[in-house]
């Protein structure tokens, strides 16, 4: 018995390091790479920050498409690109601003439950304003208005998401608020307020192949 002891006690000495090194192998190289890609889309609660009192939430439509990368780790890659409504609602006039979103996003994973996986995102989302309006105005006036406006946006997106494993694909359940850095507004324009910035609360639905 004491020599079958000293026995196992030498293999497992000897494969100790062998098993130590694949492990540490195994984690220096992690899961293999995961790419998806999907469809979203949801409503946004758009309003104009400023010194403006009057100012109102405006709701629009958000979809587009996305792809997303797992490096096999916690932190990931997802790129969109939303057609987005944004805007304002002052004094009885709806202010339609229409963008061209291309957020470009980290993901970081959380502990999940099952096939619920939640991640946290954020990163910046610069905008390409395609289309205006400001109310029911005539075309002179709409005309005027888009020339005080900045044809270029740029955002910080941040948020919270549910992805729920499927049979095939998955569903996508997310909330995310987008900050922006800049005012829609030319320099000296004589709609500005002083101090604005679009900013959104984005609610969205969405599925990954």
């Known amino acids: 018995m004491k020599t079958i002891i000293r026995g196992l006690a030498v293999l497992a000495a000897l494969a100790a390091p062998g098993a130590a090194a694949l492990e540490a192998q195994e984690a220096k190289l992690g899961p293999e790479p995961t790419e998806h890609y999907g469809i979203k889309g949801g409503v946004s609660a758009a309003w104009l920050r400023n010194d403006d009192p009057t100012m109102d939430e405006r709701f629009a439509p958000i979809a587009g498409v996305f792809a997303s990368m797992q490096s096999g780790g916690l932190i990931g890659f997802q790129a969109e690109a939303l057609f987005s409504g944004k805007g304002y609602k002052s004094d009885g006039r709806t202010v339609e601003l229409w963008y061209v979103e291309l957020p470009v996003l980290l993901t970081l994973k959380l502990p999940g439950l ?69 005012s829609p507004f030319v320099a000296d324009s004589s709609y500005a307020s002083g101090g604005d910035r679009n900013r959104s609360v984005v609610g969205l639905l969405g599925y990954r192949f």
């Open 114 to 182: 099952g096939p619920v996986r939640p991640y946290v995102v954020a990163g910046p989302a610069p905008a390409l304003r395609v289309r205006s309006m400001y109310g029911t105005a005539r075309k002179a006036t709409q005309d005027v208005f888009a020339g005080n406006l900045r044809r270029w946006d740029v955002g910080l997106v941040g948020g919270l998401a549910l992805d729920v494993s499927l049979p095939r694909g998955g569903l996508i359940l997310e909330g995310r608020c987008n900050l922006g850095l800049l």
